[in-house]
């Protein structure tokens, strides 16, 4: 077991999810994350007409469909499987452990107060944003929320941030992990899809990595060139030649950018049936854990549309969600206080 020393904590941080498939558990949860300006970045007064009269009511009963065809009886798959990593991680280590989302529940005011609760002394606070590549809308909104709460609560231990992994050895050996049992049954192809974002933010990324101010050691590469490396890397320790795998990026709303990463995976699943692919894998190196977009986006709508197209089988490959070789991992490098980019 490492040793961290006296009065020290980890806590991982996700996205987050509704509490409930309730049309209203919707509405407030996407009102929260689509307001976020490092997610819609436009001024606060067109943000709010944006989401709150134009996305919010015609996308809210669509999202709760989705996630009525994911919801287990103990909630969303996203707070499951982070909770189950989260278990994992203090399974293996006596240093005390929490969660806490982004957007809704745990929140982090609660998951500071479970840390104090097993550790009152606590002096150092280690924090792991489930993050793989950095960008000023998942990782990066992240950071910012928790130091505000951390100032404004005036809590006392000091915060460190580990840095995005996209390029970790680590964290390659651990994604390789969970993509070889499904190589080694056969495939046609192999597609990385990552969360996209607006073209734009790449630029605002961009001049965040060269400010130097993070609290962390940023990538010296954007969001998109960080998916290409982690998919390169993956597929070199996997052995995979460069004809059988590609690139792309899932998620695109519109209404926060006309602009957005390309390619767009549903669009490359309903070409692919015809560039002669049949038997199709799928792996989304954005998430650690599986959640409305893995499952329901690319399990369930992009299986339908690639079927449609002509291919045979699309098979998703889950996410690292609590893998044993991840959750020793982040004690390692919780244990060793920075990450090597």
């Given amino acids: ?17 509704p509490t409930s498939t309730n049309l ?3 509405k407030k949860y996407l009102t929260a994350f689509l307001m976020d300006e490092r997610v819609i970045d436009i001024p606060k007064v067109f943000r709010s007409f944006l989401v709150k009269v134009l996305i919010v009511p015609k996308r809210a009963p669509k999202t709760a469909q989705s996630y009525k065809k994911i919801w287990r009886p103990e909630g969303s798959p996203l707070i499951i499987y982070s909770k189950k990593l989260k278990e994992k991680i203090q399974q293996k280590t006596d240093i005390p452990v929490a969660l806490c989302m982004r957007y809704g529940e745990p929140s982090t005011e609660k998951a500071f107060e479970e840390l104090l609760a097993r550790d009152p002394d606590i002096q150092q606070v280690t924090v ?15 950071v910012e929320s928790l130091k505000k709460i951390h100032r404004e609560r005036n809590y006392k231990f000091k915060l460190k941030f580990l840095n995005p992994f ?21 495939y046609d192809k192999l597609l990385f899809s990552y969360h996209g974002i607006p073209v ?30 982690t ?6 320790a996997l052995h995979i030649p460069k004809e059988k795998y590609e690139t792309s990026f899932q998620s695109r709303l519109s209404a926060a950018g006309k602009t957005w990463l390309t390619p767009y995976t549903v669009k490359r699943l309903s070409e692919l049936p015809g560039e002669g692919v049949k038997k199709l894998l799928v792996v989304c190196p954005a998430f650690i854990n599986d959640c409305l977009e893995t499952i329901e986006e690319i399990g369930m709508e992009g299986k339908e549309t690639f079927e449609n197209a002509g291919g045979e089988s699309l ?11 991840f959750a020793e991992t982040v004690i390692k490098w919780a244990s060793e206080g920075q990450l090597a980019l």
Avoid: V, W
């Fill in 1 to 17: 077991m490492p040793d961290f020393g006296d009065h020290m904590g980890i806590l991982i941080t996700n996205l987050g999810s």
């Fill in 24 to 26: 209203s558990d919707i």
């Fill in 128 to 142: 792991l944003p489930l993050y793989p590549q950095y960008t000023m809308s998942s990782f990066d909104t992240a």
């Fill in 166 to 186: 996209y390029n970790h050895p680590d964290y390659i050996a651990s994604l390789a992990a969970t993509i070889k049992p499904f190589i080694e049954k056969g």
């Fill in 200 to 229: 734009r933010h790449l630029g605002k990324d961009e001049k965040r990595i060269a400010s130097g101010k993070a609290d962390f050691n940023l990538p010296p590469i954007n969001y998109q060139q960080q998916a290409i490396e």
């Fill in 231 to 236: 998919s390169r890397l993956t597929a070199e």
């Fill in 315 to 325: 098979t998703l490959i889950p996410c690292i969600n609590d893998q044993d070789q």
